[in-house]
């Protein structure tokens, strides 16, 4: 979304939050995903143009071993998830990037695979990074099963019964996800190739088609495991415990430097959530519909907080706050005068002096969930076309960028940056993996690898070398002179257009905790039940109580 | 450090492209790997971003890039930046004493100057000392044309090529700069160039990938039991 959305003479413009306000690691770090996510907005579309999906092969054997393909056909187009399942030892199975093989791999098949192609991709797919797949393929994904919820399904439908609900509760998905790789991995199609398709315009629709599609092969895997052990005493899964299912999803640091390397696409999902809660503040007056709808979200976030679960000592206190700010509001809204001028807006204000961050984000959600006709459309602008921002501006003088130094990166150059607590972490990439790894400088080898996620740190070297160029002078004076702030003054000039572009904190601090990065990135897919495993690494889940693809026509929608 | 043929545990296919085999990389690829490579032969970040663009850019109009950018990699790491850099001013542009430029911070300096009076202006010329793989400027050429509306020719001693972003004249451009170390000057006239159209993607030699490979690895750190035991869960994932 470009800054002339989001303009100051607009009548939202006072009931926005400034990015100093939302762009800091412990709020970022409490995100809930809303109706703009991007599994929302994908479900909402393929409910409005009445996609199509069915599963025209199934060849999976007594093992479990064979693949099948799920086709999705929209307008004129077709897109197939081809799935391979496998039979996993369970010595094998991991989550981490460093496993070698999976209980279920996948692709995302632009059109419909002939048997050539499967034979291809059968060649490939399963091998994940040690395969190429082709431009006719738009993610490769695989997913590990969830051992106890999978053989407790499994065995339960077999002998004709239903699974123990508080089982699947607990657990929330038979199958979990520990990769979904897009935009051009491993020689699939780049995202500039499909960016122009109006299905696909919208940031990670073919990784969540590609996830959307994996739900519904979980649950026609154990139905199929259940038939090969109980024969004809096996059942199908109830259909309304089948929809508290969704597809579980492990991820780590890989994911956390996104967010930072794509300063243009973090502003734009930022600038279309505030907007939306600016447009639902800025209201004069709350319809009935609108108090029922917000009764029924808070109902629904109540529930939600009340069955996330976490063990870990990060996540447990944070929690305990949420289903706390939770009960608070729900006995706040039930007495709410929503005949006030700017009831909204009032209400809002409120939260923000009484609950704790997890409350204010939820409430967010909350908020927009009443009001689709209101904010559904900011769901079209959170793509974004990198392209024209990376060339530099040369002729900016020195001034000019000095003010937007000032202007936007004040709370980078506030950092001391002398400090050990301040620089005692450092981005690198493993040799032995290639995946992004944080490391301890005062104990660990590879600093001078560095990789530049902290742009706090950048932004403060280039303060200082600008401090000796003349006011006047061009910047790419400064930067024939300077090649080291390339990288960085590309950044300052993007945030002179794009305020939301910083994670405004230091994000190699001895304090900084990495999960905060991949929750906000995560609610923006629409995740919930976050349950961070470390500090460094997360389970959620995607699709909970989303319809499968055949309810999807009957108008069934989260 | 060794990459077993079938290790499936890293982020990037590219390592299993092997001996005699080529394949067709995503540019998304091509950008990444290229950049990395770049980083890893000395360029600073900002710049190693550039050499990612141009080879992605060649790519996408049929040009191969990467093996471009190698050959080009491969001379200049270690040389200092004073070394590639030119010295700019109006008309004129030198390479230092002795040496030839690189043709990434060539051609993004140009298009850093394209508003300024030292950059290329219509209906002038601007020299240019030697410059390593020239090839390498089209895709900062055709941006600078693109946006100010201009049509540039590339004249050195024996050659001269149009770039009007015809894809046939694309080609014509990078055969005759390819490899090539020559002095050049750039010239310019008003005019709408055509979009450069895609072309067919080349497939890159599984030596030119192995080599880029080799560079971009020198970005990576070596594994330590405390890295990779912070890496994953702390708990158990067979639950």
């Known amino acids: 979304m470009s800054q002339s959305a989001h303009d100051a003479t607009s009548q939202t413009a006072p009931f926005r939050r400034p990015a100093s306000e939302v762009m800091h ?62 039979d996993l030892p369970e010595d094998m199975r991991s989550d981490r990037v460093i496993a070698t093989a999976w209980d279920a791999t996948f692709t995302l098949f632009d059109g419909e695979p002939t048997q050539a192609d499967i034979v291809r991709l059968r060649d490939n797919v399963p091998l994940q990074e040690a395969g190429r797949i082709t431009t006719r393929e738009l993610t490769l994904a695989r997913a590990n099963r969830s051992v106890r919820l999978f053989h407790h399904v499994v065995g339960a439908l077999s002998q004709g019964l239903q699974p123990d609900p508080a089982e699947i509760a607990d657990i929330g998905y038979l199958m979990r996800t520990t990769a979904v790789y897009g935009s051009g991995k491993f020689g699939a199609a780049d995202r500039s190739e499909i960016a122009d398709r109006p299905e696909l315009a919208a940031p990670f629709q073919v990784e969540m088609l590609t996830v959307w599609l994996i739900r519904a092969f979980t649950v026609d895997i154990v139905e199929h495991m259940a038939v090969v ?121 409120w939260s923000v002096d009484v609950l704790s961050l997890e409350g204010q984000e939820a409430l967010l959600s909350i908020m927009l969930e009443p009001h689709g006709d209101l904010v559904d459309d900011l ?174 026509e009957q108008g069934y929608l989260p | 450090m060794t990459i077993a043929p079938h290790d499936q545990t ?55 890039g990467p093996s471009h950018l190698y050959a080009h990699l491969d001379q200049a790491q270690g040389r200092p930046w004073g070394d590639l850099c030119p010295t700019v001013s109006p008309g004129a542009w030198e390479a230092p004493a002795g040496r030839a430029l690189c043709p990434i911070a060539l051609g993004a300096t140009l298009c850093d100057y394209a508003e300024l009076p030292e950059g290329i202006k219509a209906g002038s010329s601007l020299e240019i000392g030697k410059v390593d793989h020239p090839v390498l400027l089209i895709p900062f050429l055709a941006v600078i044309a693109a ?53 067919k993607v080349p497939k890159i030699s599984a030596e030119i990938i192995a080599a880029l490979n080799t560079l971009a690895m020198r970005t990576t750190v070596p594994s330590s039991e405390s890295s990779r035991a912070g890496a994953g869960s702390t708990t158990t994932d067979n639950d």
């Open chain 2, 10 to 64: 890293r982020g990037d296919s590219t390592p299993y492209i092997e001996d005699g085999l080529s394949a067709s990389l995503s540019r998304n690829e091509v950008a990444s790997l290229c950049m990395k490579a770049a980083r890893g032969a000395g360029m600073s970040w900002g710049l190693a971003e550039e050499a990612g663009f141009a080879a992605a850019w060649l790519v996408q109009h049929g040009i191969n």
């Open chain 1, 229 to 349: 052990k109980g024969g004809d005493r096996a059942v199908r899964l109830d259909r309304d415990l089948r929809r508290t299912l969704g597809v579980g999803n492990s991820t780590g640091l890989g994911m956390a430097p996104f967010i930072v390397r794509h300063p243009v696409l973090l502003n734009n999902w930022m600038i279309a959530r505030e907007e939306a809660l600016a447009r639902v503040r800025a209201q004069s007056g709350a319809t009935q519909p609108a108090v029922a709808g917000l009764r029924v979200a808070l109902d629904a976030a109540i529930e939600n907080a009340r069955v996330w679960t976490s063990q870990h000592p990060l996540q447990v206190p944070k929690l305990a706050a949420l289903r706390d700010d939770l009960r608070m509001l729900s006995d706040t809204v039930d007495t709410w005068d929503f005949g006030q001028p700017l009831p909204w807006d009032a209400l809002w204000r």
């Open chain 2, 147 to 199: 946006s100010n509306d201009l049509l540039i020719d590339i004249v050195w001693t024996g050659g001269m090529v149009s770039l009007g972003g015809r894809s046939d004249t694309l080609m014509h451009a990078a055969h005759a700069l390819a490899g090539q170390q020559v002095p050049i000057t750039l010239t310019a006239r008003s005019g709408k160039p055509q979009v450069a159209t895609p072309g």
């Open chain 1, 25 to 86: 690691l412990d709020r970022i770090g409490c995100s809930h995903p809303t109706r703009l996510s991007f599994l929302r907005s994908m479900l909402r579309r393929l409910h409005r143009e009445n996609w199509k999906v069915d599963r025209p092969v199934w060849e999976v054997d007594a093992t479990g071993s064979g693949h099948a393909v799920y086709r999705t056909r929209c307008g004129d187009r077709t897109y197939s998830l081809v799935a391979f399942a496998h």
């Open chain 1, 379 to 552: 769901a079209d602008c959170m793509s974004a076309d990198e392209a024209p921002s990376f060339r530099i501006d040369g002729a900016m003088c020195v001034r000019d960028l000095r003010t937007i130094l000032k202007q936007n990166y004040s709370w980078a150059l506030s950092i001391d940056f002398t400090t050990p607590e301040n620089i005692a972490r450092f981005w690198y990439v493993s040799e032995e993996k290639l995946e992004p790894r944080l490391g301890e400088r005062a104990t660990e080898e590879g600093a001078t690898l560095e990789q530049p996620l902290c742009i706090a740190r950048l932004v403060a070297e280039l303060d200082e070398t600008l401090q000796e160029r003349d006011e006047d002078e061009p910047v790419a004076a400064v930067l024939l002179a300077h090649p080291e702030h390339r990288y960085v003054m590309r950044r300052v000039q993007i945030a002179q257009n794009h305020p939301f572009a910083e994670v405004q904190d230091n994000l190699i601090s001895a304090d900084m905790l990495p999960i905060d990065l991949l929750r906000c990135k995560l609610s923006f897919f629409g995740a919930t039940r976050f349950d961070p495993r470390s500090d460094r690494w997360v389970r959620i889940n995607l699709f909970q109580g989303a319809p499968f693809p055949d309810e999807i």
